[in-house]
């Protein structure tokens, strides 16, 4: 499999939900997205209101995420600056919303939480690519995680942050709970062409564009674990766009030459779509 083409982008996120009111409300009060269309049981949202990027979905009956289950380990929202990412924080905590954590990765700052389904998210920015650590053999990135200067980050935005998240605000990355990491990594890797950036203990990070990850994937607590049921809520589909048409045939064929089956998707714009080695849906589709 050759590499993937280097524009990939994450372009949207579908979750399904146990309450599409309270997810909404969350999301666009909470979060800061703009609500772009809301149907029976659907909702779209977005930091842009021409590019929906999260697609919610309503389960009718909905029953808890097995723990230990394989599926999502948080959607990460990129901001365009910290002092972006400083609003959002102040937002998320002027409505009462608690953050379960906060790390320094080096090549990003980031905050954790979760939604009222538990699924997780990650508020980041990115700092400058030429101040990425490189690692020794030239390949990949330095991944760290060290704590937060939360004081400093806060100092960015003011006391009283805007309502809405900062236009430009995208997907950055998605990161998967697997049930084991050498093959999902193999599969990222060899069958769609991702290259490996870093690697923890249990835990591997991909990317397109030498991006330090739009995957990550850990087994932390998912080793040897099946997915959630459907009628738990979580992750129901990644869509990655792509340069051009040609992007997407190469992918179709790369993953052929690897001998995936393609996921059966209906509709003009359907693209390519797969299913990883542990039946995660993604879509790929052309800019």
Same mark, same amino acid.
Request: overall charge negative.
């Given at each position: ?29 909470? #979060?800061?997205?703009? #609500? ?71 090549? *990003? ?69 697997? *049930? ?25 990070? #991909? ?47 790369? #993953? ?16 390519? *779509? ?14």
């Amino acid at each position: 499999m050759s590499t993937i083409d280097p524009a990939l982008r994450i372009r949207s996120v579908s979750l399904a939900v146990g309450d599409i009111q309270r997810s909404v409300d969350f999301y666009e009060r909470v #979060l800061g997205l703009a #609500l772009i269309d809301r149907q029976q049981g659907r909702a779209q949202l977005g930091a842009d209101s021409a590019q929906p990027a999260l697609l919610l979905e309503e389960i009718a009956a909905p029953t808890p995420v097995p723990v230990g289950s394989t599926g999502l380990f948080h959607v990460a929202w990129l901001h365009p600056s910290r002092a972006a990412l400083a609003e959002s924080v102040r937002r998320v905590l002027g409505a009462g919303w608690r953050f379960e954590g906060a790390s320094d990765h080096g090549v *990003s700052e980031a905050l954790y939480l979760s939604d009222p389904d538990g699924l997780g998210i990650e508020l980041y920015a990115d700092r400058p690519r030429e101040r990425w650590q490189r690692r020794a053999d030239g390949n990949g990135v330095v991944m760290v995680t060290e704590p937060l200067d939360l004081d400093d980050l806060l100092a960015q935005a003011p006391e009283q942050p805007a309502v809405a998240m900062a236009p430009g605000t995208v997907v950055g990355h998605i990161h998967l709970k697997v *049930s084991d990491v050498p093959r999902a990594s193999a599969f990222y890797r060899d069958a769609l062409g991702l290259q490996e950036q870093a690697q923890l203990p249990s835990a591997a990070f #991909l990317s397109a564009g030498g991006y330090h990850h739009h995957v990550g994937l850990n087994s932390w607590q998912s080793a040897g674990a099946q997915p959630a049921p459907d009628s738990a809520p979580g992750l129901r589909c990644v869509e990655f766009a792509l340069g051009d048409a040609q992007a997407v045939e190469a992918v179709e064929r790369g #993953l052929a030459d690897a001998g995936w089956d393609l996921a059966q998707e209906s509709g003009e714009d359907a693209g390519v *779509s797969v299913r990883d080695p542990d039946g995660q849906l993604l879509a790929f589709m052309g800019a």
